[in-house]
Structure formats: structure tokens, C-alpha cells
């Protein structure tokens, strides 16, 4: 009788123990933004302050970026199995031999846009003519100047590039040393709060521009080993983004907490302009962040003839769609 009231004791011990014990810490990902965080960023925040990769088997922690070119560069050899990149940069990088699958697109819609003063008598692409464009060398927009000239109907060699860095393009642009910049339309009302009904603006998808921006990439050799939790993370993030086009306070609120500098006004504006950026037919048919195949060819060719592409592939080893969850959608209007 002694020995069974042991026994029982032992075995209520063990599942006592068992029932207090902190949960497994799930698969680490090291997840790599294209930038500083900002509102774009703000589901990956909440998601994280809610659980959800938690939940999905996902330990995961978010790194500051210094560029899209940095984030492909880093996930294409294994630093980060998973990165957030503008996609036409991801896939120069592939072309330079960085191992690299596109699963999720966050920018449906391409975020370029080119910014003017309207006093400077400049009115439209065509009076770019003549006049000093600056950003990065290593801008992406840059590199695909040739592709807008084309459709605007003028020469890419008529304009002058002056190398300005980010943060030091508004300022340029206002003191003069530059006549026109580009930008991401995320940040779009940060110029128009500086430039006011001065400001000349337009974005390159009017005029047929309009490669996927801003992606979810993913190390291919990564992806090959861990199909499961590549799928968690993309699951997770769309019902993220969703949750948030629907409801994005708390989210802002959860991006704010995270990040020591960033102000709550700030980054819902940001957010605002990320939806528009997010919305096309696909997304709100298919699936958020669903990649079209004829866009996805249409964007290599775009990259194939305005990059140094150093190792041509097939664009259907470049991206999948088999990662996403069909039924997150973007809402309709």
C-alpha cells in the first residue's frame, strides 16, 4: 500500500512538473527588414507582441535593415534564412548568384515616385530634360531610369544623376541642388508636408513602371529544409497585414512600443499610403501577397535588360505562391 502511494505521488510529481514547465522555444528565425522599422513593418510588430509566431512554432526576431540590397545579400547566402527586400533588387542579387525565393509580396503596387517642385517650371517627365535627378548610386529606381525614359518618350542619358543619400534627398531638393528626386510612396506625406501645393509628383506605374516592390524573400537552401516553418511565417505575416488594413491602431501602437524615436501620428499616415501599395486585383482575388506569373516575367525582363544580370535563370525558380494561405485576402472597396 506504502509503495502505491509512492508510486502515485511520483507520477503526480512528474505530470505537475510537466504542466509548469516553460513551452519549447520554437524554430529561431532571424528575420532581416529592408530598412529602419516604420509603419510598413507594423504587422510583423504586432504579430510578434501578440503571440502568433510564438504560437506558430516561430521564435522570431526582427533585425533592422540598411537597405534591400543588404537584406538580399544577406538571406541569398544564409545570414538571415528570411529577409524582407524591394524585389527587383532581390532578383539582380539572385542574378549575382544569391540563393533566393520570393514567397510573399507586401507591395503589390511598385513604390517608386519622382518629386519636383512645381516652381521649378517642371510639370511632367518630359521636363526632366536637362535637369539634375538625385538619389543613391545604388538606388534601384536609378538603375531603372532607362525603362521610364523609354515609355515617357525621352532620351535616358538627358538627365544629369547627382549621388545624394536618403535621408538627404528632401533637403537637396529644397535648397535647389537638385531639380527632382525619387522616393517610396510610403513616405510620400513627409514631402508634401514639407513642400505643400509646391510639390510635383508622380508615381512610375502611370507610366507602365510597375515592377512588385517591397517581398518576403527566403534562402532557397532554407526553404528546401524547413518548408513547415517558412509556411508558419508567411501564414502568420498575412494574417498580420490583414488584421492590421483592418484594424491598424494596435498595430501602430505595437510598432511605436518596439521602437524607441518613432511617433504614433507619423507612422499611421505611412500605413495608410502601405495599404494603397498592397491592394491590386491578385491581392484582392487570389490572395495577399500572391505574385502574378506574367508580372513575375515581365519584371525579369525588366531586370534582364537594365541590370548587370551575371548568371540569366528561369523567374519560376525565383518566386512561389505555394507558401500562401489562398484564403487572406485583401478587402475589396
Keep these: 500500500m506504502r509503495f502505491f502511494k509512492w508510486m502515485l505521488a511520483g507520477v503526480l510529481a512528474v505530470i505537475v512538473m510537466a504542466g509548469t514547465s516553460p513551452v519549447q522555444a520554437g524554430e529561431r528565425v532571424d528575420f532581416i527588414l529592408n530598412w529602419i522599422a516604420g509603419g510598413d513593418h507594423a504587422p510583423y510588430y504586432y504579430a510578434l507582441q501578440q503571440g502568433w509566431y510564438r504560437d506558430a512554432g516561430i521564435d ?3 533585425q533592422q535593415g540598411k537597405g534591400s540590397s543588404m537584406s538580399a545579400k544577406r538571406t541569398g547566402v544564409g545570414k538571415n534564412p528570411i529577409g524582407l527586400a524591394d524585389l527587383g533588387t532581390a532578383l539582380v542579387a539572385k542574378g549575382k548568384g544569391a540563393n533566393i525565393v520570393a514567397v510573399m509580396n507586401i507591395y503589390a503596387n511598385s ?3 519622382l518629386y519636383w517642385l512645381k516652381s521649378s517650371g517642371i510639370k511632367g517627365p518630359k521636363d526632366l530634360v536637362g535637369k539634375k535627378i538625385g538619389n543613391p548610386s545604388w538606388d534601384a529606381a536609378r538603375q531603372m531610369w532607362p525603362a521610364l525614359a523609354k515609355n515617357v518618350g525621352i532620351d535616358p542619358n538627358s538627365v544629369t544623376w547627382v549621388n545624394v543619400q536618403p535621408n538627404a534627398k528632401l533637403g537637396a531638393l529644397m535648397a535647389g541642388d537638385i531639380d527632382a528626386t525619387t522616393s517610396f510612396y510610403n513616405i510620400h506625406h513627409i514631402f508634401k508636408a514639407k513642400l505643400g501645393d509646391d510639390m510635383g509628383y508622380f508615381p512610375w506605374k502611370k507610366y507602365g513602371v510597375n515592377p512588385y516592390g517591397n517581398s518576403i524573400i527566403v534562402n532557397g537552401e532554407y526553404l528546401a529544409k524547413n ?17 492590421c488594413v483592418d484594424n491598424p491602431e494596435p498595430c501602430i501602437k505595437a510598432l511605436v ?3 524607441t524615436g518613432l511617433k504614433y501620428d507619423n507612422e499611421m499616415t505611412n500605413w495608410g499610403l502601405v495599404t494603397e501599395l498592397m491592394t491590386d486585383k ?12 506574367g508580372r513575375m516575367d515581365n519584371d525579369y525582363t525588366l531586370i534582364e535588360t537594365y541590370f548587370d544580370i551575371k548568371a540569366p535563370y528561369d523567374i519560376k525558380t525565383a518566386y512561389t505562391n505555394d507558401m500562401l494561405d489562398m484564403s487572406i485576402k485583401m478587402p475589396t472597396k
Excluded: C, E, M
Aim: aromatic letters at 16%.
Design 227 to 243: 518548408p513547415a516553418v517558412v509556411k508558419s511565417f508567411v501564414h502568420v505575416t498575412q494574417k498580420a497585414f490583414r488584421t
Design 111 to 113: 513604390p517608386y515616385g
Design 282 to 293: 491578385y491581392s484582392t482575388t487570389k490572395a495577399l501577397g500572391y505574385f502574378d506569373p
Design 60 to 62: 522570431l526576431h526582427i
Design 257 to 259: 512600443k518596439a521602437n
